[in-house]
C-alpha cells in the first residue's frame, strides 16, 4: 500500500500569513492527488485534485504543486475561514490512503 | 446541484451488523465511483473502499474485505455500506464521498455509528 505522509502535523498562523504544507508519498504516484480540508464536526470539502487543480468554486487562494513524490498545498494569505485540518489523498493506487492531516490553528 | 444525503445515526452492540445508505442526487448516478471512507473521534479519515455504480464491481480496504459490503441500487441513485460483526473500535462517522478526479468531488454529511453495550 502507499504510504503518505504530512509535515507539518500540526501549525499556528496568523491571518495574511502564507501557509505551506507537505504531503510526501511513499512511492511514486504521478499526479494522482488531492487536498481536503475539515472543520470540525463537518464533512471534508476537496480543495484541489490531480496535485494541481483547483476544485470549482475554490478561491484562488489555494494552490497545489508537485515535484517527484513530495507535494505541496499552498495558502498564499491566510483568511479566518482558513482554520481547519487538512488532509491529503492519494488515488493512484488502490488501496486510495489519506495522509495523517495537518492542523492549522490561529497563533 | 449535487448532493450526498446520508442515513441517520445507528446506535449497535458489539457483534451486530449496521447498514449505511449514501442517497446521491445532481448527477449521473452511474457516471463516477462512489467511496466509503470513516474517521474515529479525534482521528484522521481512513479510506475503505470503492463500487462502481455502473458495473456493482468493488474494491475494499485490506482491513475491511469480509466484514464490510458495499452495493448499489441504481433505481434510486444509491450506495449502502454495511459493516458486520461490529467491534468497539468501528465506533465513527462514517462517510460517502465522489473522489473522483473527474467527478463532483462532493461528500455526504456523515453518518455516526456507535458500538456500545
Known amino acids: 500500500d502507499i504510504q503518505l505522509t504530512q509535515s507539518p502535523s500540526s501549525l499556528s498562523a496568523s491571518v495574511g500569513d502564507r501557509v505551506t504544507i507537505t504531503c510526501r508519498a511513499s512511492?511514486?504516484?504521478?499526479?494522482?492527488l488531492g487536498w481536503f480540508q475539515q472543520k470540525p464536526g463537518k464533512a471534508p470539502k476537496r480543495l484541489i485534485y490531480?496535485?494541481?487543480r483547483l476544485q470549482s468554486g475554490v478561491p484562488s487562494r489555494f494552490s497545489g504543486s508537485a515535484s517527484g513524490t513530495e507535494f505541496t498545498l499552498t495558502i498564499t494569505s491566510l483568511q479566518p475561514e482558513d482554520f481547519a485540518t487538512y488532509y491529503c489523498?492519494?488515488?493512484?493506487?488502490?488501496?486510495?490512503?489519506f495522509g495523517p492531516g495537518t492542523k492549522v490553528d490561529i497563533k | 446541484q449535487v448532493q450526498l444525503v446520508q442515513s441517520g445515526a445507528e446506535v449497535k452492540k458489539p457483534g451486530a451488523s449496521v447498514k449505511v445508505s449514501c442517497k446521491t442526487s445532481?448527477?449521473?448516478?452511474?457516471?463516477?465511483?462512489l467511496h466509503w471512507a470513516r474517521q474515529a473521534p479525534g482521528q484522521g479519515l481512513e479510506w475503505m473502499a470503492w463500487?462502481?455504480?455502473?458495473?456493482?464491481?468493488?474494491n475494499y480496504a485490506q482491513k475491511f474485505q469480509g466484514r464490510v459490503t458495499v452495493t448499489r441500487d441504481t433505481s434510486i441513485s444509491t450506495s449502502y455500506m454495511e459493516i458486520s460483526s461490529l467491534r468497539f473500535d468501528d465506533t465513527a462517522v462514517y462517510y460517502c464521498?465522489?473522489?473522483?478526479?473527474?467527478?463532483?468531488?462532493?461528500w455526504g454529511q456523515g453518518t455516526l455509528v456507535t458500538v456500545s453495550s
Open positions: 490531480d496535485a494541481s
Open positions: 445532481g448527477y449521473t448516478f452511474t457516471d463516477y465511483y
Open positions: 464521498a465522489s473522489l473522483a478526479p473527474s467527478g463532483p468531488g462532493v
Open positions: 463500487i462502481n455504480p455502473n458495473s456493482s464491481a468493488t
Open positions: 512511492q511514486d504516484i504521478r499526479s494522482g
Open positions: 489523498l492519494q488515488y493512484s493506487n488502490s488501496p486510495f490512503t
